[in-house]
């Protein structure tokens, strides 16, 4: 069924219901990045498969809403159907909803599931509409016509044991119980999965690259619930949360208790995270405020750090081996993007404690690595030949830590153009790993940072320069990270533990791209009042691609220490052919 059909389909609904227009995002009931198969509303009905966007059909006119990261994706995967691509200028404002005030009259209504829209973000589009008249319901359209929606995801979870997580079920739930009390909350609702995961030191196969379990939870003071398949653990699983005071009900039986609640007790929800129909169905008095495990969890212990530490010289052992895989094959057999994100998982793959990747590794030759979100796959997948340059930005999941590194590499002799354009990203690069900031400082305050060399000669990247990292957990974590201030991740201030990514990049359409990303972790110096970040991935930078020319002392320096550091930690799991080879990669300046 072509997305023009059912773009047809879902016109007649709405005209038997009276629908002006229906939004579509790329959501889940828990308001997750990557939802699962069943919650894949957008995808289904545009073909539309990058991570994020919108889709709004109207009664003439259908459009998908997609940011600068996913131009070239959107037209090539859009091209001949029934739905027209807007390019969306700033991510974080919805311009679909502008766009409906703009085209709408009022007395229209508008539809949207309200399972796939948080209360904070239901409550924005309601106002921006209501200002024209137009009215937003909560209507699931889609699921009319999606008539073989995969069901709900049932892959077997398991409860994280010692010695990975760095504080027990007990004493995360003392916490969030303690936030309960100072907010005068009875209970507190969980719909985020990675906060469920995260409390409950519970993980699962739920979503693809993240270890999640589709779940929900309420907290009281004494006991908590929660809501999920209970024949995805075993019994010794389920025994172990029940010396905790947790009990396991149907997913689908949230709604319910929710209604059956007092009216007089007091529950606590982020209107962030909670879908809008949760929201509703809540019988009690609501007290709004930040969920508790949030920002719990972005600081790592200083367990979960050695954990990480220690994951990353396993993954950067791994890396060391694909891409001299990738060296000595290169131009004497075939080799598709694809093809060698599976070689990379595969060397992973080897490693002790590897439970699979963090996201589907964006393996970009030449021109598709100037698409920052470019995912090949074995049906689309361009072949690596030994010219030009390569983009590679991959990831793994462990019981130790969740990791993400990119590199770009060049497969033959770059020119003066390329030497450049991948040495400015490397400044910035370093300019972020070895700044010294006070406390409170957030992310917008040092992503210019990472831009000011770029900025010098007219140039720029239009992502974020680093999000957080969970443990285990989501590879992409809030609320923390390098962005505008616009944005909760660029007004957050960093604290000591908090993961994040350092990713500058730069991007000439149909020709290559660069970015270099390596995990770095907020620390303490010396210096009361200071902080500063701790490189954890251990890659070397590509020495073809440097022009020394326009790198100061003190950036020799530090690549000359993070080079040195680099062979110290991954020679140990190599053989002689093999630290041979890293030891020609890890390049000292004279």
């Not at 919805?94 to 904070?120: F, M, N, Q, R």
């Not at 050695?306 to 993954?315: F, G, I, Q, S």
């Not at 019981?399 to 030497?419: V, Y």
């Amino acid at each position: 069924m072509s997305n023009t059909a059912k773009v047809k389909a879902v016109r007649a609904v709405m005209q038997n219901k009276g629908i002006a227009a229906v939004i579509i995002p790329t959501a889940d009931p828990h308001q997750s990045e990557y939802p699962a198969e069943c919650w894949k509303d957008r995808e289904w009905i545009s073909g539309f498969t990058g991570s994020a966007g919108v889709v709004v059909v109207g009664r003439e006119v259908a459009g998908l809403w997609a940011d600068s990261r996913y131009y070239l994706q959107a037209e090539e995967e859009l091209k001949g159907g029934a739905i027209t691509l807007f390019k969306v200028k700033n991510q974080f404002m919805p311009e679909h909803v502008e766009w409906l005030c703009e085209t709408l009259t009022a007395g229209d209504e508008v539809a949207i599931d309200g399972e796939d829209i948080s209360k904070s973000q239901y409550d924005q589009y309601a106002q921006m509409l209501g200002k024209k008249g137009i009215v937003l319901k909560t209507i699931d359209l889609v699921s009319e016509i999606w008539a073989d929606r995969p069901a709900l995801p049932s892959a077997p979870a398991f409860l994280l044991e010692a010695p990975y997580p760095g504080n027990t079920r007990a004493e995360k739930l003392a916490m969030i119980r303690k936030t309960m009390r100072e907010k005068l909350a009875d209970h507190h609702l969980m719909t985020s999965l990675d906060d469920i995961a995260w409390t409950f030191n519970l993980r699962g196969r739920d979503v693809a690259f993240n270890p999640l379990v589709v779940a929900h939870a309420l907290v009281s003071q004494t006991s908590a619930t929660l809501y999920m398949d209970a024949g995805k653990l075993d019994e010794k699983s389920i025994a172990e949360l029940a010396k905790d005071h947790i009990q396991i009900q149907p997913y689908s039986q949230i709604v319910a208790d929710l209604n059956h609640l007092s009216a007089g007790q007091t529950v606590l929800v982020e209107a962030a995270t909670i879908n809008t129909t949760l929201y509703k169905a809540i019988n009690g008095q609501l007290l709004h405020g930040d969920a508790p495990a949030r920002i719990a969890k972005g600081v790592k212990t200083a367990s979960e750090i050695e954990h990480l530490r220690a994951t990353m010289v396993k993954d950067g052992v791994a890396l060391v081996k694909a891409f001299k895989w990738l060296e000595d094959n290169l131009g004497k057999t075939t080799i598709t993007e694809a093809g060698f994100g599976d070689i990379i998982a595969q060397f992973r793959s080897e490693q002790e404690a590897y439970q699979g990747e963090s996201f589907n590794a964006i393996v970009g030759y030449q021109g598709n690595g100037a698409i920052v979100h470019y995912h090949p796959d074995h049906h689309n997948s361009a072949e690596i030949k030994p010219e030009g340059i390569l983009l590679v930005d991959c990831g793994g999941q462990y019981l130790g830590g969740t990791t993400d590194i990119t590199r770009t590499i060049a497969l033959s002799k770059p020119d003066h153009q390329q030497q450049r354009h991948y040495t400015l990203v490397l400044k910035g690069h370093i300019a972020i790993a070895r700044v010294i900031y006070p406390e409170g400082t957030c992310g917008a305050q040092l992503d210019v940072l990472a831009r000011q060399f770029l900025w010098q000669h007219g140039l720029n990247y239009l992502h974020g320069t680093g999000h957080g990292i969970g443990y285990f957990l989501n590879v992409h974590e809030g609320p923390h990270g390098f962005a505008g201030p616009g944005t909760e991740k660029g007004r957050t201030a960093f604290l000591p533990g908090m993961v994040i990514s350092n990713e500058p990049g730069l991007y000439l359409e149909n020709q290559y791209g660069i970015r270099i990303e390596n995990v770095i972790v907020v620390g303490t110096t010396q210096m009361p009042g200071y902080l500063d970040f701790e490189t954890v991935s251990f890659m070397p930078f590509d020495k073809e691609l440097i022009d020394e020319s326009i790198l100061d002392a003190g950036e020799k320096a530090w690549i000359n220490r993070y080079h040195t550091t680099v062979y110290e930690k991954l020679s140990i799991g190599l053989d002689e052919e093999h630290k041979a080879w890293l030891k020609n990669k890890c390049h000292l300046f004279g």
